[in-house]
């Protein structure tokens, strides 16, 4: 098709005439709305500079060095919540007072913690001290296996049992057989 042909055509129909293959004989051009196409475009952009923006967050999670085991298992699990976001965490002690005298306590907190979540994360930074803090960086395994859920089935069962106090068998919401036991 000529040239203004083509011209004509997309002024017809209210499109613009794009040229697609410039180096070839003859050059190759499309009818699109451009203006909808460059949109789209950097809408796509927008997106994917979003996408790769969480996968670089860095998120941070604090401890102290008098920290009880739970609490450690309940931070455990945010750390691992935020690898499986694909952000990198930042687990950091921060010592109060006389606790910097004895950093071995926070160095075992945070190994405790870097054990927890050890399939699903790699140690970018080794543990170091930052003025009154001992910090160390996980970052998330690439291709990492998805999580084990938590609860088993004896703890579910636990969950769905009701006790009573006057020694009667303890029923159960499953369709398993009451268990004669006192409680």
């Known amino acids: ?10 002024q017809d129909m209210g499109l613009d005439l ?21 949109f789209d475009q950097s809408k796509r952009a927008k997106e994917a500079r979003k996408a790769s923006r969480a996968t670089s967050q860095l998120k941070k999670v604090r401890l ?6 739970n609490d450690v298992a309940q931070k455990t699990k945010r750390v691992l919540k935020f690898l499986q976001d694909g952000a990198k965490v930042q687990v950091f002690v921060r010592f109060r007072g006389r606790e910097q005298a004895h950093p071995e306590i926070a160095m075992d907190v945070l190994r405790r913690v870097a054990k927890g979540v050890a399939e699903y994360a790699r ?4 543990p170091i001290m930052e003025g009154r803090m001992l910090s160390m960086l996980l970052a998330p395994r690439t291709g990492q296996p998805q999580p084990r859920p ?11 049992r009701r006790h009573r106090d006057n020694g009667a068998p303890v029923e159960t919401r ?9 409680v």
């Open 64 to 69: 102290t060095a008098k920290i009880a085991d």
């Open 123 to 126: 140690l970018e930074q080794k």
């Open 18 to 38: 794009v040229e697609v293959g410039p180096d070839q004989n003859p050059p190759v051009v499309r009818l699109m709305d451009y203006g909808k196409f460059k």
């Open 1 to 10: 098709m000529r040239r203004n042909e083509a011209l004509n055509l997309a």
């Open 150 to 160: 938590s609860n088993d089935a004896a703890s579910a069962d636990r969950r769905h």
């Open 174 to 182: 499953d369709s398993e057989p009451a268990v004669a036991q006192t």
